[in-house]
């Protein structure tokens, strides 16, 4: 059987694209191999109706309504591979197995590396996040440090200085700081640590305090680090698809991608809007374009036959 459509990726993008490709008649199968960024977390913020949800409860909650649509069904498998060949394509999942699909979308979210500090991962998801949209109201007016090695660094101390104005920021032996940045900085009350983090402190993930390589520490109550972002996949690349600057694949309003047949939406366009709603929200527009697809080759067939 040809489905209609794959949708690689089931976080929340690849939930509500097949959801609305459910109730859309199309034959799909959602693939996720359940290793979303998110996982480090207990709670995810900032989702109308679902404020405070764990995200494994999110996703639970997604496949048992899309239990609703007989004509959508879940693989829980890595894909290992996708080729287009002719108008159809051919997705080959970790075990083995061969699916053909006349789309795809790739809903496959985005990695992210941390900085290499000792302790980093212990913290990070409980005391330590990305996002002060996502995390910032449960850390507010503490005092909090911006962990960052790159030039992201002020634009986050900018943005955290939101919730709290006990704030820090940490180079982490990196010189990525100009001195306007931080004059800037300094006018706010914000001290800027360049030196090396010799490792992070503090208990059952709670972060306590940064102690430094010259032996000094500085107390703090949690904070915020600007990790770097990478592709969760090499599709949209070996698809041949538009990639931004960052690797997130490009597309337009309808979730299309340069390549026919290739929708992609959610973290894996690595637009910086990265949030839940938003993904899932990308995932019901790029599902609307694949049936928007659909309706035009099925509908209009007989006349672009006659004009031919
Ligand atoms: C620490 C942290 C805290 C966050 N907190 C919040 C918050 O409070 N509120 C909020 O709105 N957002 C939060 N976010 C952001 C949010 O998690 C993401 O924006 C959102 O999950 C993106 O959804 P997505 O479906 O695009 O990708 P993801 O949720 O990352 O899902 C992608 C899915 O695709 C699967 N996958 C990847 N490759 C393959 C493959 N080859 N085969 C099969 N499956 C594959 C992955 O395993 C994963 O399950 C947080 C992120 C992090 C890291």
């Given at each position: 059987m040809v489905l209609d459509c794959a949708v690689i990726g089931g976080g929340p993008a690849g939930l509500n694209a097949s959801l609305v490709l459910g109730r859309s008649k199309r034959k799909t199968v959602l693939f996720d191999?359940?290793?979303?960024?998110?996982?480090?977390?207990a709670e995810a913020h900032?989702?109308?109706?679902?404020?405070?949800?764990?995200p494994q409860e999110l996703k639970r909650i997604g496949q048992e309504e899309l239990k609703?649509?007989?004509?959508v069904s879940i693989v829980k498998q890595r894909v290992a591979a996708i080729n287009k060949v002719d108008d159809q394509f051919q997705i080959e999942a970790e075990d083995g197995s061969v699916f053909f699909s006349k789309k795809v979308i790739l809903a496959t979210g985005f990695k992210e590396i941390l900085?290499?500090?000792?302790?980093v991962e212990r913290y990070y998801g409980t005391s330590l996040f990305s996002c002060p949209f996502c995390d910032g109201w449960e850390l507010k007016d503490r005092p909090l440090a911006v962990i960052s090695?790159?030039?992201k660094a002020v634009h986050m101390a900018k943005v955290v200085y939101n919730w709290t104005e006990d704030l820090i920021v940490c180079t982490?032996?990196?010189?990525?700081?100009?001195e306007i940045e931080k004059t800037l900085l300094e006018s706010k009350g914000i001290k800027t640590f360049e030196q090396e983090i010799q490792s992070l402190i503090g208990e059952t993930g709670q972060l306590q305090k940064i102690e430094f390589k010259d032996g000094t520490a500085v107390l703090v109550e949690g904070g915020f680090i600007t990790p770097e972002w990478v592709p969760a996949t090499n599709f949209g690349a070996s698809l041949g698809c538009k990639l931004n600057a960052l690797g997130g694949i490009e597309v337009d309003?309808?979730?299309?991608?340069?390549?026919?047949g290739v929708f992609a939406c959610g973290?894996?366009?690595?637009?910086?809007?990265?949030?839940l709603i938003i993904a899932a929200a990308e995932g019901s527009k790029a599902a609307i374009g694949v049936n928007a697809a659909f309706i035009e080759e099925n509908f209009m067939s007989p006349v672009s036959a006659l004009s031919d």
């Open positions: 191999d359940n290793k979303p960024r998110n996982a480090v977390v900032g989702f109308i109706t679902r404020d405070g949800i764990n609703a649509y007989p004509n900085p290499d500090i000792e302790g090695e790159n030039p982490n032996g990196k010189k990525s700081l100009s309003s309808m979730g299309r991608t340069n390549i026919e973290d894996a366009l690595i637009t910086g809007a990265s949030q």
